[in-house]
């Protein structure tokens, strides 16, 4: 048994989605202009807050963490699977499988942090415009997001340092598209049980957490604008709120039905559908969320894509 347990794994095998060979090449093509799409519009959002100086405020630095995120969120996952599909090679080294992992949970964590102070800084503008300045000052933003780093990089350590120290001699054969934490959990031949107790424990605390402060401060939140007497403050504060709620939603929605359910297990190709989700279709739908439906991002957007057809002009 002990010989057994020493067997070493170089190397896994992502089995893709669940689907025929035909459609999963047909999907690859998909993603892989879902993933332009995704890079194209979080990059135009970072571009915009950059050129436009009325822009450069607490909710929008927010914002441009949340698309440099996005970006580096799909890039992680996207292009492998794309290249596994196409190159028919579905292979992943086992320390490329750790640096995905690594990598992923600390971009997933990192949105829903930002996520999180987003949500605080709504509830500061609406709930206390007149100390707003004084309260989310650009050294507290700064503070803020470099903390957030810090935790989802510690987090993501913890797990992937927790995964090393397991043994894998059986199969290989990872039943997803990309290297996430209870697939490789299920190629262990090692006791899990202390992973799973982590996973709940500590990804609880990372995960639902925020979720927590979001729906405390949503709920002041509304609590304010019932009182606010006049339809047009309550229609702009509003405003205001709905393209963060939507965001919340669509990525809070996907990713608690991966990994808050006992059946999760028993269902990985449910999983699976459910990982493309918030893996490949929030962060594309997220620039259209954040810029179509707010009238600042969208003069911005406006404003430099006039000025560079501009210079092209003159050049």
Not at 146 to 171: D, K, N, P, Q, R
């Amino acid at each position: 048994m002990e010989k057994r347990n020493l067997t070493v794994i170089r190397e896994f095998v992502l089995l893709g989605l669940p689907c025929s060979a035909e459609q999963q090449h047909m999907l690859s093509v998909l993603f892989l202009c879902m993933y332009l799409v995704t890079v194209l519009g979080n990059m135009l959002i970072i571009l915009a807050i950059g050129f436009d100086s009325g822009l450069h405020s607490p909710m929008y630095f927010f914002l441009n963490n949340l698309a440099f995120v996005d970006i580096c969120f799909t890039s992680t996952i996207v292009p492998q699977m794309v290249v596994n599909i196409l190159t028919d090679l579905k292979t992943i080294s086992f320390a490329g499988c750790l640096t995905q992992l690594f990598f992923f949970i600390s971009f997933v964590n990192m949105d829903s942090l930002l996520l999180c102070v987003m949500a605080y800084d709504r509830y500061v503008a609406i709930c206390h415009p007149l100390r707003y300045t004084t309260i989310m000052n650009p050294h507290l933003c700064v503070q803020l997001v470099a903390g957030l780093w810090v935790v989802t990089y510690l987090h993501a350590l913890l797990h992937t340092v927790l995964i090393t120290h397991l043994s894998f001699c059986a199969s290989n054969v990872i039943h997803h598209f990309f290297c996430d934490l209870n697939p490789i959990l299920q190629l262990s031949c090692s006791d899990v049980s202390f992973n799973v107790l982590v996973i709940f424990i500590v990804g609880g605390l990372v995960a639902l957490t925020p979720l927590i402060c979001i729906l405390i401060s949503y709920g002041l939140i509304f609590s304010t604008i019932l009182k606010i007497t006049c339809s047009e403050g309550k229609q702009r504060a509003f405003s205001t709120c709905g393209c963060h709620l939507s965001g919340v939603v669509l990525f809070y929605g996907t990713s608690i039905a991966v990994y808050f359910r006992p059946s999760s297990y028993l269902a990985p190709e449910s999983d699976t559908l459910s990982a493309v989700m918030y893996t490949v279709v929030t962060p594309m739908l997220n620039p259209f969320i954040y810029s179509l439906r707010n009238k600042a991002m969208k003069r911005a957007v406006e404003k430099m894509l006039c000025k560079g057809t501009v210079f092209q002009q003159q050049l």
